[in-house]
């Protein structure tokens, strides 16, 4: 289905951006995963398989961002689908949260995306269309205490998502962000990967992308929130 497509997955070397990954992979596209670590990365690479490719890049910084494109790129011939998901996590009361505890998560959850979009979409335009997956959270439309930084920068992942649906659907490329509940990766120490069967699985997620994928090019679902069937008890 996905065969002779390209997909880039920030942050691709585990979690839901592994699970993508494998998802795309299995499907016939040609990946590449970004990531800090390069142990975690070439991990990841070795079980995706010769389809894929590890790109060492912290794309909070805007040349690694547009390096993680351009190698991608010149590895694969071509850009079709970059699904931005790399994020951080800090949780604390704001009188708390150290000023660069609040720019890291700024600048990773939502000015990162900013810049592999604008890396992105040159290279989507030259293929006549493509996709750009945003992944954000339901803590963008829920805030609570002690998410301060990680809830606005969701929420402004959100905006920024549906301003940018708008600056470029009438190119063929389509903008969809994606709003999990709780999901089972142990994200910043948020409870161990795996350790509640309540939670969204990663493989879900990656369901859900490649529901996207498959959409008619008339159709564009801009805004998705996933939830627990039946969340645990509180």
Not at 22 to 40: K, Y
Not at 89 to 112: K, M
């Amino acid at each position: 289905m996905l065969s002779g497509r390209v997909a880039l997955v920030t942050g691709g070397s585990r979690g839901i951006g592994y699970a993508v990954a494998h998802a795309l992979v299995r499907e016939g596209a040609a990946v590449a995963i970004g990531g800090r670590t390069a142990a975690d990365l070439e991990d990841a690479r070795h079980r995706l398989g010769a389809r894929a490719m590890a790109v060492q890049a912290d794309v909070q910084h805007p040349d690694e961002a547009d390096r993680a494109v351009q190698q991608t790129v010149g590895r694969f011939g071509a850009l079709d689908v970059l699904v931005n998901n790399a994020g951080v996590g800090v949780f604390s009361n704001v009188a708390d949260t150290s000023i660069d505890a609040w720019r890291t998560t700024l600048d990773t959850n939502l000015s990162a995306v900013f810049y592999c979009c604008r890396a992105a979409i040159p290279h989507l335009r030259t293929r006549g269309g493509g996709w750009i997956i945003n992944i954000s959270s339901l803590a963008s439309t829920a805030p609570f205490a002690g998410g301060a930084a990680y809830c606005a920068s969701k929420a402004g992942l959100n905006a920024f998502s549906e301003a940018l649906m708008q600056d470029v659907r009438h190119e063929q490329i389509r903008v969809s962000c994606i709003l999990p509940g709780s999901v089972a990766t142990g994200f910043s120490g948020r409870g161990a990967a795996g350790a509640a069967d309540w939670k969204i699985q990663p493989d879900d997620i990656a369901a859900v992308v490649l529901d996207l994928l498959r959409m008619p090019a008339r159709t564009l679902p801009s805004r998705l929130e996933l939830r627990p069937s039946r969340p645990s008890a509180r």
